[in-house]
């Protein structure tokens, strides 16, 4: 494979201008495509194959009214005050009046004061008013479809909102002009800063740093145009853009510096400037696309767990880091090849950047004498950390939260004046195809106003399909006491489904939906996923690195490192989003439910990333005939600088996500923030090169048998590291290992 990324590599940089040119005209293309088709992404979310899923397909066939209700842009406006609603009464009632003022409402003589509403009709009382009168409710329906929302319609909102409140009257707003995104891009453009400073840093020369952010913007813009374009004939979730968005970012960033930075490595050797991007990716590219390769097969396993949104996650990942690997062995060199000998110059004068000679004393030298000397604390404290850290994740509660964080005000006045579950009805469908559902719903009823935890049991009723009392197919809405997320809710789900049996026996069938029941599904789905997953990627982990590093310790090192990694992530996740800790996040919350067994295949194949790209070159070394303690050094010496820029470009690229009002990209970007951080730095950057000192040549030691089974893979590329150079034979002066 080397060899024929060689050339690859020296073809790109000889044929710079048409590589540019077809790159370009791919970003072209798909954007064309994507303004002339104008594809919609979904808001909802489908779990078939379970009993929710189930519940959605027939609330779809036989109340399509229902549906075409949940299409439409609904908002719901709170009002509270402490001193009781009717105390402002002026106040609402002109609340009330600029809120019909909003384009398309439906029923606008509906939209009035709820004490109004209240005192006209007693029997709606306990819907609009709550708290014993301090705190009510204003429904607002538009004839907008939800994806026809536009930030306008959200911006004239939140302006009648502010006008509106103060006196002591509070006013706030939860749902669909309240999700309404704005498509700023503030974090991707903080993202890319950092990354260019951090860049700037570890070249010393602009041009060199400017060169991965071209191809990043280049390889995330063709990524999400083809995302999009599949949303026009799959249903795709808004949600999948901002990960894939971040990943994309993020590896299209580090696989680009690692090809830079061995161009210049590469042109330092002297010979030819074609040959020596040749070279660059002919042995960094090889790394790059083992890791990229290990990036996709562990988020395409995710396809196996049969859940619609990790699927298109999973997918929409592997086509980001396609993308990227692609970039980075082909525009790369074309775009070193375009700037020429201007790549590197002129070097910025104040940043003082010492060359990979093998005597010059860096940072990363000097870590990596301090860790061969001392091994066993290193181990200790850094294992001790991310023990520590992930104590919180003993208290995980997994859920999903479709609110954004603007409507948590409103959200905690809903549950203070009408209780926690009205955010979360379950929705009981009953079917019969063959009789009138009539009597069994009316059954059905009374058990479940029966049971515990039920809001007003008493006017508990259902609805029919087309057909009415004679209809086959009843809807009873059912709204819990408690939080969607809470075990009292999914024990009342559970023991709704628990009568199932009883409309079986009456030839009849019964089904719990509704986004409460998806959730609590989606929840149990995945926990039983998560371990079965980790295990195979683990398994997988091992693997590999039996065929990269020729050794058994080094696999066994990183993957228990890389255990330790992701409860320490998941620890940290949930001690800052559901816990609260530092206040960092006022509106706590369960973790996304997806969240855990996504994040670990995404860990998974970054911490090969900086496995390959650190370890690799002390096996090089060790091969070559340093000890394995000069060959630590070594490595740090030459992998150090990348590494560590490479991990703070994706931590800040990660972390700046936080700064997105959605929760699923706010608490992913933490997530793999932390990640990135105790993998890059605790592990690979100290326990595994410590435990490798502490092993010595026990290390790289692989059983002959073995040895003998185990495919070789030379992702060193080791085959054209001298092609193109007149002097192949490069002495080499031993690293001092302390």
Do not use: C
Request: aromatic residues 8%.
């Amino acid at each position: 494979m080397a060899s024929l990324l060689f050339r690859l590599g020296s073809f790109s940089f000889r044929h710079k201008w048409a590589v540019i040119a077809a790159w370009l005209a791919a970003m072209i293309a798909v954007v064309s495509l994507v303004g002339v088709l104008q594809p919609k992404f979904a808001q909802d979310f489908s779990l078939p194959g379970t009993d929710s899923g189930t519940a959605t397909e027939q609330v779809e066939e036989y109340f399509p009214q229902v549906m075409k209700e949940q299409e439409r842009a609904s908002t719901s406006i709170l009002v509270a005050a402490d001193d009781g609603l009717q105390n402002h009464t002026e106040q609402i009632n002109k609340l009330a009046e600029d809120l019909r003022t909003l384009p398309d409402v439906i029923a606008p003589e509906t939209v009035v004061n709820p004490v109004v509403a209240a005192a006209v009709d007693p029997a709606i009382a306990p819907s609009v008013l709550g708290d014993n009168g301090r705190v009510g409710l204003i429904q607002v329906r538009q004839n907008i479809t939800v994806m026809d929302l536009t930030t306008e319609n959200k911006e004239e909102l939140v302006k009648i909102l502010d006008e509106n409140r103060g006196n002591g009257l509070q006013v706030e707003a939860t749902g669909a002009l309240m999700q309404v995104m704005e498509q700023g891009g503030a974090a991707e453009l903080i993202g890319f800063a950092i990354a260019f400073v951090v860049m700037i840093v570890a070249f010393g020369a602009l041009i060199a740093a400017f060169i991965p952010l071209v191809t990043a913007i280049v390889g995330v813009a063709i990524t999400i145009m083809l995302l999009t374009l599949s949303a026009e004939l799959l249903s795709i979730n808004q949600s999948a853009t901002a990960i894939v968005t971040m990943l994309g970012i993020a590896v299209s960033i580090d696989y680009a510096l690692f090809i830079v930075s061995r161009y210049r490595a590469e042109l330092n050797r002297g010979g030819d400037a074609a040959d020596a991007a040749g070279r660059a990716v002919g042995t960094a590219g090889s790394a790059v696309v083992f890791a990229g390769l290990t990036v996709i097969i562990a988020v395409v396993a995710l396809v196996v767990i049969g859940i619609p949104i990790i699927t298109q996650m999973g997918a929409g990942a592997a086509v980001a880091v396609f993308i990227a690997v692609s970039a980075a062995l082909t525009l790369i060199p074309a775009l070193l090849g375009a700037f020429g000998r201007f790549a590197f110059r002129p070097k910025i004068p104040w940043i003082k950047h010492a060359e990979q000679t093998e005597d010059g004393d860096t940072l990363g030298v000097r870590l990596g004498r301090t860790v061969v000397k001392a091994p066993i604390p290193f181990i200790v404290i850094g294992l001790f950390a991310l023990a520590a850290a992930a104590i919180p994740a003993t208290k995980m509660e997994l859920g999903l939260s479709l609110s954004t964080e603007d409507e948590a005000p409103a959200q905690a006045l809903l549950s203070k004046g009408f209780g926690e579950g009205i955010n979360g009805p379950l929705l009981v469908v009953l079917h019969d195809d063959d009789a009138p559902i009539a009597p069994v719903a009316n059954e059905a009823v009374k058990h479940i106003a029966g049971l515990k935890d039920v809001v007003n049991p008493g006017s508990l009723t259902w609805i029919g399909n087309e057909g009415g009392q004679n209809g086959s197919t009843a809807l009873i809405t059912v709204t819990p006491k408690s939080a969607p997320s809470s075990e009292a809710t999914h024990t009342l789900m559970e023991n709704i489904r628990a009568y199932s049996p009883v409309v079986d026996k009456q030839g009849a069938e019964l089904h719990v939906g509704g986004q409460t029941a998806i959730m609590s599904d989606l929840s149990q789905k995945l926990n039983d996923a998560l371990i079965p997953y980790l295990i195979v990627v683990v398994g997988l982990a091992f693997l590999i690195m039996i065929g990269v590093f020729r050794s058994l310790w080094v696999p066994l090192i990183g993957t228990v490192g890389f255990i330790f990694s992701v409860l320490a992530t998941f620890g940290i996740t949930v001690a800052i989003f559901q816990e609260g800790w530092f206040g960092i996040i006022t509106n706590t919350q369960p973790i996304i439910s997806f969240l855990p067994i996504f994040l670990i295949g995404v860990v998974f194949g970054l911490a090969m990333d900086y496995q390959v790209f650190l370890v690799t070159r002390m096996r090089e070394e060790y091969i070559h005939g340093m000890t394995a303690k000069e060959a630590i050094v070594a490595g740090y010496r030459h992998g150090a600088r990348v590494v560590t820029s490479a991990a703070i470009i994706m931590i800040s690229v990660f972390a700046a996500f936080m700064l997105s009002p959605e929760t699923t990209a706010k608490m992913m970007g933490f997530a793999l923030a932390s990640a990135v951080l105790f993998d890059a730095f605790v592990i690979r950057m100290l326990v595994v090169p410590a435990v490798i000192a502490m092993l010595g040549d026990r290390a790289w030691g692989l059983p002959k048998w073995l040895d003998k089974l185990v495919i070789n893979f030379d992702i060193e590329g080791e085959s054209v590291r001298h092609r193109g150079l007149t002097d192949p034979d490069e002495t080499k002066t031993p690293v001092p290992a302390s």
